[in-house]
């Protein structure tokens, strides 16, 4: 193949890296709604295969809140789906840049609707993401949540963003 | 062409394929908010358009209310789309697997929002769908809709899932 | 390379239109998203790259509305801006169509959610848009929003769409 095939092989692959980060977070969705209702091994285990080994979860802007590596987000994961009766999550507007062949970084934005403590809740913000090429296909390297507001629906989300409700202001979100 | 080009040729088809199915689903949402206001059958004719002769629409884990073929699906519509006044319906984290050339299956969440008997309503959960490659395109061959909730906004969500509204339970859903 | 190259490289471009058709979008609801907040020039000239010169944003189904060229839409987004606390938005359901090469038309569903006047309120609709390659890239032509609903969470959606607040049905919107 000469020059041109070369370079149509590259954009063809790179439509194809698309979909499969786009499958990342379909994923990612359909296994948190049934984590949060199974509680099961064999979720926290279908979730760590989206990530990298070195997966950073980290919900803070510095690092301070970071969960580093499969087994600190299989805790944090535990943690996390315990607090929900259930939830279904969408992921919206998803924006993906390449960095290089094997690495790019997305935003998008999502939404979550469930129960947590016998009331329906509400949320939404933002997910910032890095994903790199594994010999496995592309894994999560970094994963952060910014909310806009994690709230009860009967409390609502008026008022200064990100509006969090009391209870998810812990120290493990 | 050589070998290359022609596994070429099916990755690009492939991805061609992937957005023929993504507008199989556009299409059922924007052609759903049509019918549940004109209960017209030119938007029954359009939605069948997007189904196999051999379509199965099936709300049920086990065939048990299952519409097959187009004139089941046709009376399933006219009656569904009389109980609404208006209605939006979205698709996210479409997910698509294929099983052979000619033959996928999906997996999305969906919410929809609108008006039932004069209130508010708002309904989530997931599709599951089997689509295939016909002389006209791709359509679906079976569709299921897996609910989370359907309640009116007053009454809300909160509680053991599926959370469907009373009036909903009718033998025809 | 022969014509069948032609063909195939014509298919690909087609595919990566597609992702940047979506990508416009994506940028459109964040920007709009930051816009809210910032109120900034900054955030007005990025949401201008996203536009044509020849930009028309039209909520009116007959040009009656319409603003025309960068200088009226950036006019139109300060005082839409200033309007809200705070915003997200959502663009759902994306089909795009092509006219030609280098022209396609859009439909999507959108959801938004924020504050104004210090309310949460909720919104819903249609875009409607045209979009053309330009030496930049592809652009919006014409944008124009078809609600369905646009209220405060606390009046709700029920009734007559579309359901529009009384403090949103100002000659500006």
Request: net charge negative; glycine share 8%; aromatic share 12%.
């Amino acid at each position: 193949m000469g020059t041109s095939d070369e370079d149509l092989l590259v954009r063809l692959r790179r439509l194809e890296d698309r979909e499969a980060i786009r499958e990342l977070h379909n994923q990612y969705c359909f296994i948190q709604d049934r984590g949060h209702s199974s509680h099961s091994d064999a979720d926290v285990a279908a979730f760590l295969a989206l990530c990298d080994p070195a997966i950073v979860w980290d919900n803070s802007p510095d690092g301070s809140r970071a969960h580093r590596g499969h087994a600190a987000v299989a805790g944090y994961l535990r943690a996390l789906w315990q607090r929900f009766e259930s939830c279904m999550h969408y992921v919206h507007n998803l924006s993906i840049v390449f960095e290089s062949d094997d690495r790019a970084s997305g935003r998008s934005s999502f939404e979550a609707v469930g129960d947590i403590g016998g009331e329906a809740f509400v949320a939404a913000g933002t997910y910032e993401d890095v994903y790199v090429r594994t010999q496995e296909g592309w894994k999560f390297l970094l994963h952060r949540e910014v909310p806009f507001y994690f709230v009860t629906v009967q409390e609502g989300w008026a008022g200064p963003k990100p509006r969090i409700m009391a209870r998810w202001r812990s120290p493990t979100s």
